[in-house]
């Protein structure tokens, strides 16, 4: 099912939010990963008895990015901003890869918003003994590799086909290189968006700000990720005051895909 | 026109399986590589060719900053440019240059550079980088999205620091000073002339511009590629009304022979060590995401040309002829070599051009023998290039041969 997006513009800010608004029900805030699924099959399941609210994050989209968005920090009072605008309030919020790690830092910040916290695949942690992957120095066939465990999904096969420059001799005046070229800055905008906040090493402190987050906190993690080890799923589960874990052993980073139903099914377990 | 010996102090003796055995020539090129006693020989000779091109007649000498690679292993030009003003007695000391965005705080720069303006009596030429993304995003942890805002507020502190008479607070995003008052200030009012190497990006040309500051294309695709940049370059420039020559650089990689039979014999496989080995660069860290602007990654889409350090990644390796043939190096008899770089000097528009003398696994002896041929047969032929123009990004204290007349 292809969700349509929304774009709002923050009052206060000026900052433009594209945004996912599916569903009915109590609501659910869901922040993206830093590979933004095309279509993203967990928000259909959830969908079916909740209201989600999913907005694209910094930089992704037609929402705003750029310097003024630079730290965690930033991120985080933009996104309450952006959740106070939309009235949103007592709800649940999930967080996959990149945006566990700003939704880390939002619950931390603005506690009393949410109910629970779940975090998927999280950033926001480091362990010299077991590194992140560095996948910005990886080709689209490593990183299609290190985030799927299923190489045959829609998902995977995109990024693995993904073009790079140095590889592609692309020609503006056909139609086949414009798109090839949209593609290739769209693919430029996302990545720079991501490394504001996971350059050099994705961790910005969250560690010491985590004991603000008392409310339930569910940790879902692959075992076969090859972005971020599943020994991270204990680190964040001893560094939050009241953590439950769940693995799942045959998944890799892209849970949300791999994995949507048994994954929804664990989500809604957990906050029911 | 001004003609310049630049040395990029490369590590010369890589093993001959290196392309095939590792992934990249920075930033994770194995350390046991090295040899201390081999860079020991590799320094000094250095030195000496630098300061035998300043005694053979070229104009000004250039060192530059790299970090973590066997490509050029200055991390710290100013120790070598320091050795240079004292050893030297006329020619500019170009420093080409310091990262600024990788200084904390950058004032570090004002003040070293300050120093090399003194030492040298004002013949210093500032260099402001932006640096390479091996060099900045990886070697330094910079992130590549705040790098140019870093070196753009880097460059302000250190031109106040320079020029303003008071002492003054600096707040800026990235660096907070509350007494700034450098001791010593350069010899050179209102500071000494500032040069940056580019690499195609968009805000650096409207930045050259703006400020009116040198632009020096340093890519190693040779001047056939460079062409379109430095297109770029000009027509940004012109929309300015700015049209002199010796407000651009370029750089090319120079041998001189007798014959075919002496260039191959002795350069193929130096050229060939260069191209291979040197630019053997992982493509991952090339080019990571926000070093480059969007708008830089479109326009540069868009016009068909990679802005981005050394040639693109090609999988395969060149031969010294191939070289020859891309415009990559300029190889030739004496007067061979003064015709293809008149050429490359007015095609490109540039009044300034950087050679390399010595580049690869090239020998002390061979590049002393490659500067001396250069300098004496193939500088005296081109300094009368660009009569109608005044040079005026060149340290006020340093030699100028150019506008001299040709000798034949």
């Known amino acids: ?272 | 026109m001004k003609l310049e010996m630049f040395h990029l102090c490369p590590y010369r003796l890589l093993p001959k399986d290196f392309r095939e055995r590792y992934r990249s020539v920075w930033v994770d090129v194995p350390s046991h590589l090295f040899d201390g006693r081999a860079a020991e020989t590799i320094y000094n000779d250095t030195l000496d060719e630098l300061k035998f091109a300043a005694e053979m007649g070229y104009d000004g000498i250039c060192v530059n900053e790299h970090h973590q690679n066997a490509y050029g292993i200055m991390p710290s030009p100013n120790l070598m440019a320091s050795v240079m003003a004292r050893e030297t007695k006329d020619v500019a000391i170009i420093v080409m240059g310091n990262s600024i965005a990788l200084y904390d705080p950058p004032i570090r720069v004002a003040e070293e550079f300050a120093m090399l303006d003194c030492i040298s009596g004002g013949r210093l030429v500032a260099g402001f980088p932006t640096g390479s993304c091996m060099d900045t995003a990886y070697g330094y942890g910079v992130s590549p999205v705040e790098l140019r805002e870093k070196y753009f507020e880097a460059e302000e502190l250190i031109f106040r620091a320079w020029e303003e008479p008071e002492i003054f607070s600096f707040n800026g995003k990235y660096t907070q000073l509350r007494y700034v008052n450098i001791w010593p200030r350069p010899i050179q009012k209102p500071r000494p002339p500032v040069w940056v190497p580019g690499a195609g990006s968009i805000e650096t040309w409207d930045s050259c511009i703006e400020k009116g500051h040198l632009y020096a294309y340093l890519s190693y695709s040779g001047f056939k590629r460079g062409k379109r940049v430095m297109d770029g370059f000009w027509e940004t420039a012109n929309k300015a009304g700015v049209d002199n020559p010796y407000q651009a650089g370029f750089l090319q990689l120079v041998c001189v022979g007798n014959s075919e039979q002496e260039l191959q014999d002795k350069w193929a496989e130096h050229a060939e060590y260069f191209y291979n080995k040197m630019l053997h660069i992982h493509p991952g860290f090339a080019d990571a995401p926000g070093y480059r602007s969007i708008k830089t990654v479109e326009a540069g889409l868009l016009a068909q040309t990679v802005s981005r350090f050394g040639t693109p990644q090609s999988t395969s390796t060149k031969t010294f002829d191939d070289l020859r043939k891309d415009g990559n190096i300029v190889a030739g008899t004496p007067s061979q070599v003064t015709e293809q770089l008149e050429q490359v000097i007015k095609d490109l528009h540039i009044g300034h051009l950087m050679i390399l003398n010595q580049f690869g696994s090239a020998p002390h002896d061979l590049a002393k023998e490659n500067i001396q041929r250069t300098a004496e047969q193939v500088l005296p032929n081109l300094r009368h290039l660009w009569p109608e123009y005044t040079d005026h990004w060149w340290p006020q204290n340093a030699i100028a041969h150019d506008h001299a007349t040709s000798v034949t």
Do not use: C
Not at chain 1, 130 to 156: C, H, I, N, R, V
């Open chain 1, 1 to 272: 099912m292809v969700t349509t997006s929304k774009t709002i513009q923050i009052p206060s800010s000026e900052r433009t939010v594209e945004y996912t608004d599916v569903g009915s029900g109590p609501v659910i805030v869901y922040l993206h990963g830093v590979i933004k699924s095309q279509t993203d099959p967990l928000i259909d399941e959830l969908s079916k008895s909740h209201r989600i609210v999913a907005p694209f994050l910094p930089g992704y989209g037609s929402s705003t990015g750029g310097p003024g968005l630079n730290s965690v920090h930033d991120a985080a009072l933009h996104l309450d901003e952006t959740l106070d605008h939309l009235g949103i309030s007592n709800a649940v919020l999930v967080g996959h890869s990149l945006g566990g790690l700003l939704a880390g830092e939002l619950a931390a910040v603005s506690p009393r918003l949410f109910s629970h916290i779940i975090f998927i695949a999280s950033y926001g942690l480091w362990s010299d003994d077991e590194p992140t992957m560095d996948f910005f120095t990886a080709s689209p066939q490593e990183m299609s590799k290190a985030f799927y465990s299923d190489s045959s999904l829609p998902g995977a096969i995109n990024l693995s086909q993904s073009p790079s420059e140095e590889a592609t001799e692309v020609d503006p005046n056909t139609e086949d290189g414009m798109k090839i070229i949209k593609r290739l800055v769209e693919q430029a905008k996302t990545m720079s968006s991501a490394a504001r906040y996971l350059w050099p090493i994705p961790d910005r402190g969250l560690a010491d700000r985590m004991y603000r987050i008392t409310i339930p906190s569910l940790v879902i993690w692959g075992e076969n990720d090859g972005i971020i080890p599943v020994s991270y799923a204990d680190l964040f589960a001893r560094n939050l005051p009241d953590s439950e874990k769940v693995l799942f052993p045959d998944a890799a980073h892209m849970l949300n895909e791999e994995y949507p139903q048994q994954l929804a099914h664990v989500i809604l377990d957990f906050i029911s």
